[in-house]
């Protein structure tokens, strides 16, 4: 998993996304900023998500995916993790959920990666 290696590498990673174009096969694509070499996330979010839902309107593409970095709760007890959270839409399902996979950090700078669930919109 690309975020995954990019966690290890550099403990970060910026949003990037994927889709599946109608002949089924899958398009990894990232997104480069005119104005700035380091855009916000939500920025990046923002930005491949709605080219992506374009092009989903249009069926140039099947399904289409984004992954960024969340913080979610996972317990009753309020506390919280980092997640990678991986969004993923098709245009013949409105059933499928966001799949979220958290993670931490050892003492040693491990990647240690935890509960995995999905929950829909």
């Given at each position: 998993?690309?975020?995954?290696?990019?966690?290890?590498?550099?403990?970060?990673?910026?949003?990037?996304?994927?889709?599946?174009?109608?002949?089924?096969?899958?398009?990894?694509?990232?997104?480069?900023?005119?104005?700035?070499?380091m855009p916000?996330?939500?920025?990046?979010?923002?930005?491949?998500?709605?080219?992506?839902?374009?092009?989903?309107?249009?069926?140039?593409?099947?399904a289409y995916?984004?992954?960024?970095?969340?913080?979610?709760?996972?317990?009753?007890?309020?506390d919280k993790?980092?997640?990678?959270?991986?969004?993923?839409?098709?245009?013949?399902?409105?059933?499928?959920?966001?799949?979220?996979?958290?993670?931490?950090?050892?003492?040693?700078?491990?990647?240690?990666?935890?509960?995995?669930?999905?929950?829909?919109?």
């Amino acid at each position: 998993m690309f975020a995954n290696h990019m966690l290890i590498e550099s403990k970060e990673y910026y949003p990037f996304g994927a889709f599946i174009d109608n002949n089924g096969e899958l398009i990894p694509v990232g997104y480069k900023d005119n104005e700035t070499d380091m855009p916000e996330s939500q920025k990046v979010i923002s930005e491949l998500t709605a080219h992506f839902e374009d092009d989903l309107r249009n069926n140039k593409i099947k399904a289409y995916g984004v992954t960024y970095d969340v913080r979610v709760q996972i317990n009753d007890s309020g506390d919280k993790s980092d997640a990678i959270l991986i969004d993923i839409v098709h245009r013949d399902s409105s059933e499928i959920p966001q799949y979220y996979f958290t993670y931490s950090w050892t003492e040693k700078g491990e990647l240690i990666f935890g509960e995995s669930f999905g929950m829909k919109r």
